[in-house]
């Protein structure tokens, strides 16, 4: 049996009943997390995300699907929401995939052959004896469990909705690379983001009525205009990262 770590993850284990599991506090972040230039974004955040991060497409697939990413830092391995503290700032909205922490879902290999199901699962190093309990002497959930599988589920059913949108994004051939160019001095190279894609707005004027009231329907066509509005938030990402260079 073979389990792949998401993004940020070291290593994950299926969850079971006797684990005891250590759990950040207070918007604290694990090592990984704290050199993360990107995460994931599902379908619900992208109104509260815009307001704070840029929001791009990438790929690695060469643009046979595309994931929306919350961009954090504009070099790599760089997150500029992370205090000297090791928490997420607090001014900002928590990504989901960062509060979801340590569980996660994910498929699993058996013989080479990816398993349709997902399983919840655990990131190996929070495992810990001393930790709190998911669930009773009975095997019945505690609260605490119950409140985090609530969000690991509905976060990972409101990422279907993001693979949904990106395809039909995608299939109207909407997305577009771009690059974000900047310079932090005047003596200093020009910094470069590559490998990030947006949605073109005046394709949209190609589009039917029919394809646009599709996209209307499933709340596509708002986040399209989030996603646009937020690129601003490039500007905000410099200011961090300019405030953050000693004098």
């Known amino acids: 049996m073979d389990i792949k770590a998401p993004y940020g993850y070291q290593e994950i284990v299926p969850l079971t009943k006797s684990h005891r599991v250590r759990l950040p506090r207070d918007r604290t972040l694990p090592a990984a997390f704290q050199k993360v230039a990107a995460v994931p974004l599902s379908f619900s955040e992208f109104a509260p995300a815009a307001c704070d991060y840029p929001i791009a497409f990438i790929t690695g697939d060469n643009g046979k699907t595309f994931v929306a990413m919350a961009v954090l830092g504009i070099e790599n391995q ?17 990504p989901a995939y960062v509060r979801r922490y340590p569980f996660c879902m994910s498929r699993v290999s058996v013989n080479g052959a990816e398993q349709a199901e997902r399983i919840a699962c655990i990131e190996k190093a929070a495992l ?15 609260p605490m469990w119950t409140e985090r599988k609530k969000l690991l589920f509905e976060y990972e ?18 997305f577009e690379p771009f690059t974000m ?23 949209l004027e190609n589009l039917n ?9 499933k709340g596509i066509l708002p986040r399209i205009y989030m996603h646009l509005m937020s690129l ?6 410099l200011d961090r990262k300019a405030a953050q260079k000693p004098n």
Not at 78 to 94: G, H, I, K, M
Not at 128 to 142: V, Y
Not at 232 to 237: D, K, V
């Open 78 to 94: 760089q997150n500029l929401f992370v205090r000297p503290d090791a928490t997420w700032e607090t001014s900002v909205y928590l």
């Open 157 to 174: 059913a409101d990422l279907a909705r993001t693979d949904e949108m990106s395809r039909a994004l995608a299939g109207l051939g909407l």
């Open 128 to 142: 810990d004896e001393n930790g709190e309990a998911l669930f009773d002497a009975k095997g019945e959930p505690l």
């Open 181 to 203: 160019q900047a310079n932090m001095r005047d003596d200093a190279k020009p910094m470069q983001m590559t490998g990030m894609f947006r949605v073109v707005e005046k394709n």
């Open 209 to 217: 009525a029919a394809q646009l009231k599709n996209l209307m329907r």
């Open 232 to 237: 601003e938030n490039f500007g905000r990402l």
